[in-house]
């Protein structure tokens, strides 16, 4: 037997009516209307509440894709720290990798594929990654980072990294 809650909102919103219509028969029945108004109330939050959430797998995507941005962040703050040392881009994130002191997760967390990065000229570069959804409006920090499915390529610009 499958659980309704793996379902989706529509089929989770259809069992708590279910419920509710079932819950609130047995108070009418036993004329008890204000107990069978506020259960549809209780229901009817619970409910709405449901509508909202996403299912597991979606926000598992959702987590994943997430993640893809992390870490094309710690690969910028990375060419960063690189640009106030050498002066230049790395050409590769493999150049990038053996700096002293850097740390960047370069493949993609489900795929192992390493993710893109070339430089553009001398200060300007770009890093892509393969993402399976569009951002969510709620969860968009910053909209340089906005991204839609498919591969989605960025171009920052290094920065000198001062001493705070």
């Not at 989770?12 to 109330?41: D, H, K, Q």
């Not at 690969?75 to 990798?97: C, F, K, M, Y």
Request: hydrophobic content about 40%; aromatic content about 8%.
């Amino acid at each position: 037997m499958r659980c309704a809650a793996r379902d989706g909102p529509k089929n989770r919103s259809a069992t708590v009516a279910v419920l509710a219509a079932t819950t609130c028969g047995y108070y009418l029945s036993e004329r008890r209307p204000l107990a069978a108004f506020a259960i549809v109330l209780v229901i009817a939050g619970i409910a709405g509440g449901l509508m909202m959430l996403r299912s597991p797998a979606e926000e598992r995507v959702n987590r994943l894709d997430r993640r893809r941005v992390e870490d094309l962040q710690q690969i910028e703050r990375a060419v960063n720290l690189h640009w106030t040392r050498q002066g230049r881009l790395p050409a590769t994130l493999d150049e990038l990798s053996a700096d002293a002191g850097i740390r960047i997760s370069a493949n993609d967390p489900v795929t192992g594929e390493p993710y893109g990065y070339r430089p553009l000229d001398d200060a300007k570069f770009e890093v892509c990654a393969v993402f399976e959804t569009a951002e969510p409006r709620e969860l968009q920090i910053s909209s340089f980072w906005t991204y839609g499915a498919g591969r989605q390529c960025f171009q920052p610009t290094a920065r000198e990294i001062r001493p705070s």
